[in-house]
């Protein structure tokens, strides 16, 4: 892709991009090096699909970013009391769930790819779980008993960082 | 037990947030979405919010830096060899040493023999399919034999027989002096073959390969006097040379 079409891309959809992976990984130095990732893996396979959402396209691309930053580092993200604070209620929750909503990250990065699709789409794009299951294909059943899982990790992440910080 | 986390809070008619986000992005989207945005606040604040956001974000870090950046990151990122460097490193060494002593300390003088898969030797009986022979295959008086060598790349190629008689001949070019030409990645069985005489005892067939064409008498020689030797070898500078034992049946 030539940088004309990927200053364009950037200009129109770098924010958003940067904002997801900022929800993901919470360190802003990790989130500007899954932003350069995502765009320079763009640059390298090529524009998004023809005809279909570039954004979610976008997003995909970047989550996938930002597990193998996490991976590669081999730590579960940490958010800072001041990033916390600075969460956008509509995008991320209310406040008072803001310091388990910066465990997302983590506990989409131990799911497998569908429950992980399904977390993303529920607590990321803010679908219900009616609407999640229609964009997926997934029964509601089927959404929710993910949703379950997804929240038991959390849970589960949460004491565990209780835990170290009570020690 | 720690609450359910709830989703990002929404109004009833409210779009999902990743709709909201790519309607700051410009994206088509319907018609009655953009009409509840236009008259819902909740909405029309987030809408805002975003935009006012995406343009903070870009004035901070404009596209040209930005594409800069990747550009460093590019030069940056270590190439598939250069990762490949550190196996390369270890393995290397061992090829060259295996490739270099390892004939040498197995051979019993100058040259490097090779006991490979290049050549191939095939036996064609009356009224029978021809049988591709292997080390002790059995052979009998009157079995034809053909011979195909592969190398990848072009050289000379001689094959020579030792029997149990101690007789020493050259078998490819048959009753040749000196070596054939052979064109490199050639697959096919060479022209003619060779009809077993009735010798009886141990028959060995050597496939000497050389860049440069091979004189045969020295080498036929050479077998000669190894004539009755359990494991005869040969050997020559530069050359590859692979060998078949055949028991012949009487």
Do not use: N
């Not at chain 1, 509509?90 to 497998?112: P, Q």
């Not at chain 1, 509601?140 to 008993?145: A, H, I, P, W």
């Not at chain 2, 050639?186 to 860049?211: H, I, K, M, N, Y």
């Amino acid at each position: 892709m030539d940088d004309a079409r990927l200053a364009e891309l950037y200009e129109r959809y770098g924010f958003l991009v940067h904002r997801r992976c900022l929800q993901l990984v919470r360190r802003p130095e990790d989130a500007e090096d899954a932003l350069q990732e995502t765009f320079l893996r763009v640059k390298r396979y090529g524009p998004p699909r023809d005809g279909g959402a570039t954004l979610a396209w976008l997003y995909t691309v970047a989550a996938r970013c930002c597990f193998d930053l996490m991976e590669k580092r081999g730590r579960e993200p940490v958010a800072e009391e001041s990033q916390l604070a600075a969460l956008e209620e509509r995008g991320d929750g209310s406040t008072e769930d803001a310091d388990r909503r910066a465990l997302l990250g983590a506990a989409l990065r131990t799911l497998d790819g569908k429950t992980r699709t399904i977390g993303v789409l529920h607590y990321l794009d803010g679908y219900t779980q009616d609407e999640v299951a229609a964009q997926t294909g997934f029964s509601r059943k089927t959404v929710g008993k993910k949703l379950k899982t997804f929240e038991d990790r959390i849970r589960q992440l949460f004491a565990g960082r209780s835990h170290e910080a009570r020690r | 037990m720690t609450a359910p986390l709830p989703p990002s809070p929404r109004g009833p008619e409210c779009p999902p947030a990743a709709v909201l986000e790519a309607l700051s992005a410009g994206e088509p989207t319907p018609d009655a979405t953009r009409a509840h945005v236009q008259a819902c606040a909740a909405c029309g604040a987030q809408l805002e919010a975003l935009t006012t956001g995406r343009d903070a974000f870009l004035r901070a870090r404009p596209a040209d830096r930005f594409l800069r950046q990747l550009e460093r990151r590019e030069a940056a990122a270590p190439s598939p060899w250069r990762r490949l460097f550190p196996v390369l490193a270890a393995v290397v060494p061992v090829l060259v040493l295996v490739l270099v002593l390892g004939p040498r300390l197995t051979g019993d003088g100058p040259g490097v023999t090779w006991k490979g898969e290049a050549f191939r030797v095939v036996v064609s009986r009356a009224g029978a399919e021809a049988v591709p022979l292997a080390q002790d295959s059995a052979v009998k008086e009157g079995d034809r034999l053909r011979f195909a060598y592969e190398s990848p790349e072009a050289g000379h190629l001689l094959v020579l027989e030792l029997d149990g008689r101690g007789g020493a001949t050259v078998f490819h070019p048959f009753e040749g002096t000196a070596s054939a030409p052979l064109a490199a990645g050639q697959r096919d069985f060479l022209p003619g073959s060779v009809e077993l005489d009735d010798a009886p005892g141990t028959e060995w067939l050597f496939a000497v390969f050389s860049p440069r064409p091979l004189q045969a008498a020295p080498l036929l020689a050479r077998l000669r006097e190894q004539a009755g030797r359990a494991e005869p070898t040969l050997t020559c500078d530069g050359c590859r040379v692979s060998s078949l034992r055949l028991r012949k049946a009487p």
